[in-house]
Nanobody
Framework: AQLVESGGGLLQAGGSLRLSCAAS????????MCWFRQTPGKEREFVGG????????PFADSVKGRFTISRDTRSKMLYLQMSNLKPEDAAVYYC?????????????????WGQGTQVTVGP
């Protein structure tokens, strides 16, 4: 199984960015998907998630109203659309997959992880 993120980069505050996550090696439509992010010295933080059938999990308060999540089962892709980016959104963003339901904000419960993509937001 493999998850590969892309789309990260450097941009100014207020800008927009779309992250992508390509899934392979497992049955994508059976898995709940989500995005986490992490900055140096801090724990991995839940950003947003989407269930097998497209049901959207509540976003983290810090990104609510600015980020959206979507998935394309046919192409086995997960997306995170980020807008009105702030310097505090700078982090390495990871996509993750799991079959289990329940506490979707818990990183250890996820079976598969991508390698991460860096998002840097300037002032």
């Amino acid at each position: 199984a493999q998850l590969v993120e892309s789309g990260g980069g450097l941009l100014q505050a207020g800008g927009s960015l779309r992250l992508s996550c390509a899934a392979s090696g497992f049955t994508f439509q059976w898995y709940n998907m989500c995005w986490f992010r992490q900055t140096p010295g801090k724990e991995r933080e839940f950003v947003g998630g989407i269930g097998r059938s497209g049901e959207i999990r509540p976003f983290a308060d810090s990104v609510k109203g600015r980020f959206t999540i979507s998935r394309d089962t046919r192409s086995k892709m997960l997306y995170l659309q980020m807008s009105n980016l702030k310097p505090e959104d700078a982090a390495v963003y990871y996509c993750a997959a799991r079959q289990a339901d329940g506490d979707y904000e818990s990183p250890p419960s996820y079976s598969y992880w991508g390698q991460g993509t860096q998002v840097t937001v300037g002032p």
